[in-house]
């Protein structure tokens, strides 16, 4: 019984630690919009890129930047960014 409780106090103190990481990586890709520029060339997008080729390239980068696919939480956050900017300034 007590090796169980331990147990799910280490999990719960592990999914608050990933969430603080998650947080962080987003507060940083937030701290500032990202340069249209910097975001284009981030995506490998043209000025003149539409929605959907902005959305296409982030889903073909996201698919490899992922965490869950090796990838960082950071890169992920800054695909994030670049997009949200993109599309924001449409």
């Not at 929605?51 to 992920?76: F, S, V």
Request: glycine content about 10%.
């Amino acid at each position: 019984m007590m090796l169980l409780a331990v147990l799910a106090v280490g999990v719960a103190f592990w999914a608050l630690v990933q969430l603080g990481r998650r947080a962080d990586a987003e507060k940083r890709a937030r701290r500032g919009a990202m340069p249209l520029a910097e975001a284009r060339a981030l995506l490998g997008v043209g000025e003149g890129a539409s929605a959907r080729e902005i959305n296409d390239a982030w889903r073909r980068l996201m698919a490899r930047a992922h965490p869950d696919q090796g990838g960082t939480e950071g890169l992920a956050a800054q695909l994030n960014a670049a997009r949200d900017s993109l599309l924001d300034a449409r």
